[in-house]
T-cell receptor, first 113, second 111 residues
């Protein structure tokens, strides 16, 4: 299995632009997580999907952030408009069920200038 | 309110010696704990876990100890190897909820 696949690996954009991050979870995994990692706040959970349904989005910073999971094999995290404080590494992770280990993608390094 | 705390931002250990990484938690409802390792430019990878019904779990050079009364867990790496240099995250969970993560400890193994 190829693991969790994220794209792009790096994204550099200007303030105000729309940014879309993509994730393909491991086949057969029914839970998907989006995390953000910064030096100041460490690893923060943004949103959690179970069976393609958003269960907990309390970590989404504000309305500029949105996430979708149209099917079991694809999810997107969109930031519109982007701001410099959104610069971070964004990780996607998936797992088969509760109390099971999470498998992480390699992350997307986002820089908003 | 940090429910999972890793109070040491970094730790330096001589190759071949034991590395001990610590993690404290505040929520007595946590029933499952995990350790992840993260290399630069990669996502975290699962290392070892322990259920709250146990006080020790071992996997090769890695052992996790859980002290429920002290709400403390630790990861022992024996012997430490240069490839163990990474950031180690402690995480905790209860019921079906998502993991609560510590801030991480950067482990440096000196040759």
């Amino acid at each position: 299995d190829a693991g969790v696949i994220q794209s792009p690996r790096h994204e550099v954009t200007e303030m105000g632009q729309e940014v879309t991050l993509r994730c393909k979870p491991i086949s057969g995994h029914n839970s998907l997580f989006w995390y953000r990692q910064t030096m100041m706040r460490g690893l923060e959970l943004l949103i959690y999907f179970n069976n393609n349904v958003p269960i907990d989005d309390s970590g989404m910073p504000e309305d500029r952030f949105s996430a979708k999971m149209p099917n079991a094999s694809f999810s997107t995290l969109k930031i519109q408009p982007s701001e410099p404080r959104d610069s971070a590494v964004y990780f996607c992770a998936s797992r088969t069920g509760p109390a099971e280990k999470l498998f992480f993608g390699s992350g997307t390094q986002l820089s908003v200038l | 309110d940090q429910q999972v705390k890793q109070n040491s931002p970094s730790l330096s250990v001589q190759e071949g010696r034991i590395s001990i990484l610590n993690c404290d938690y505040t929520n007595s409802m946590f029933d499952y704990f995990l350790w992840y390792k993260k290399y630069p430019a990669e996502g975290p990878t699962f290392l070892i876990s322990i259920s709250s019904i146990k006080d020790k779990n071992e996997d090769g050079r890695f052992t996790v100890f859980l002290n429920k009364s002290a709400k403390h867990l630790s990861l022992h790496i024996v012997p430490s190897q240069p490839g163990d240099s990474a950031v180690y995250f402690c995480a905790a969970a209860y019921s079906n909820y998502q993991l609560i993560w510590g801030a991480g400890t950067k482990l440096i193994i000196k040759p």
